[in-house]
């Protein structure tokens, strides 16, 4: 399996911005679909959004669509999630998620993913 370390997360108002990285190590990072999840307390883990293995296709979810985006550079091993225009509801611990796998261009769950690191908290404030 990869080795995925996210960074990036704080505190920021509502309408601010941050952009999450995710470095990844032990495996040829190319080879894998990568995607963001977030999970607030007491709620499930959600798909945010994915990437596929050459960085050509993206997929998100409703709630971060025109906000957020997701991209690679395959050369650094790391995925961003360059997020704009907060809402205090995008409050969560947000994971970084790897697959081996072909991408398709459906929404990709939880369970989907064979590789997650420890997460980073945004909070962000009204």
Known sequence: ??????????????????????????????????????????????????????????????????????????AKNTVYLQMNSLKPEDTAVYYCAAKNAPWRSSSWSYYDMESWGKGTLVTVSL
């Open 1 to 74: 399996q990869v080795q995925l370390v996210e960074s990036g997360g704080g505190l920021v108002q509502a309408g601010g911005s941050l952009r999450l990285s995710c470095a990844a190590s032990g495996r040829t990072f190319s080879n894998y679909v990568m995607g963001w999840f977030r999970q607030a307390p007491g709620k499930e883990r959600d798909f945010v959004a994915a990437i596929s293995r050459s960085g050509a296709s993206t997929n998100y979810a409703e709630s971060v669509k025109g906000r957020f985006t997701i991209s690679r550079d395959n």
